[in-house]
């Protein structure tokens, strides 16, 4: 295992760069309104965040193949603080909007070029413990963000920009005064005349004609469903029962705690005695019936439990359709894993649209709308994913016709 200290380095700016997406969830609804608007207005500020990330990750990740890693985290961790103290100063919707654009682009820099780093720095045997560190890393930051920034929301809605960004430079001096360089120049990948790479539409179009193609919708369907939650919860919240950013902190908080015990401690075992297939379709019918339940939740205690319930069938859902996947794949392991990524990437992008737009109609129909959604992929779902690869491959058969 590479030094300690690099790894504490790490650590810390991935707990940092998740805190700073985490405080700004519960907060930004109070933001939203404050200046007049409403859902779609707060979706367009989730979704654009994502479409940055989207676009820009795999760019950053092929930087850093040609300039190292270290100037290309430092950028990426300065960056999120420079848009955290420009959302908390910013007076208007459109700078609101500039600086998670901002925040997209350039925190999007970190996640690929840390597990870059820590492929450079660890041999095989020890590298999925670096990558889980770092995946613990995000998860503590999303358990603990909420609950800071509803805390500190409650009496000051830009405090906790400010603190996130604080932390952003304080990893950003630690990076630059301690961490070294873990690619070496002469290892470094120089292509002349070749541009940075983008998202490849056309695969991700022709993949969904293949034989994981539905699996693919599902990953899809996976983050829809949680970011049109999350999106607009606090403005539902605010909305329908009065509550404040320390009480939507909270519950978000609630949120973090059950997804990473459900994705570390449960999914596992239930994927062994169930199989992938039945974890999923459970997954399916349970988070469609968390979306029913919540709307009919009344007392703070109540929303806990149902918004406790939907997360738990929603985290089973991730890995359990990445694992079929895996197994499932005609092709490479690493090409299968990248397209679920990007589907995964577009659900964080669709999903806060999707309840912004339907939330300025009705307050109920974006869960309303999302549980007819989930049932019917449910309903889908029963007959494809118990389709042999050998059946699903024949299903697919005509896709080379769409290309070449």
Known sequence: MFKNTNLVILFFTM???MLGFGIVIPIMPFFVTHYGAGGSALGAMMAIFSIMQFFFSPIWGDLSDRYG????LMLGVFGNAVSMVMFGLATNLELMLLSRALAGILSSAT???????ISDSTTERDRGQGMGLIGAAMGVGMIIGPGIGGWLGGSNLAAPFFLAAGLSLAAALLIWAILPESLPVEKRVIHPGRAV????FRMMFRSLYGPIGFLLFL?????FALSNFEGIFGLYAKERY???????GAVLTVIGVISTIIQGAI???ATRWLGDEKVILLS????AAGFVLMLVAQSFAAVLLTVGFFVFTNAMLRPAIASLTSKRTPGSQGMAMGLNNSYQSLGRVIGPLWAGFFIDVNLLLPYASAAVIMLVSFALATARIRAKPVEMEAESAPAPQLGD
Request: charged share 15%.
């Open 197 to 200: 790479r983008m998202p490849d």
């Open 267 to 269: 999914t596992g075992p």
């Open 219 to 223: 990953a899809f369907l996976v983050n």
């Open 242 to 248: 009065a509550y404040g950013p320390e009480q939507v």
């Open 69 to 72: 890693r270290k100037p290309i």
């Open 111 to 117: 996640l690929p070029t840390a597990m870059a780093f």
């Open 15 to 17: 707990v940092v760069m």
């Open 284 to 287: 399916l019918i349970g988070t």
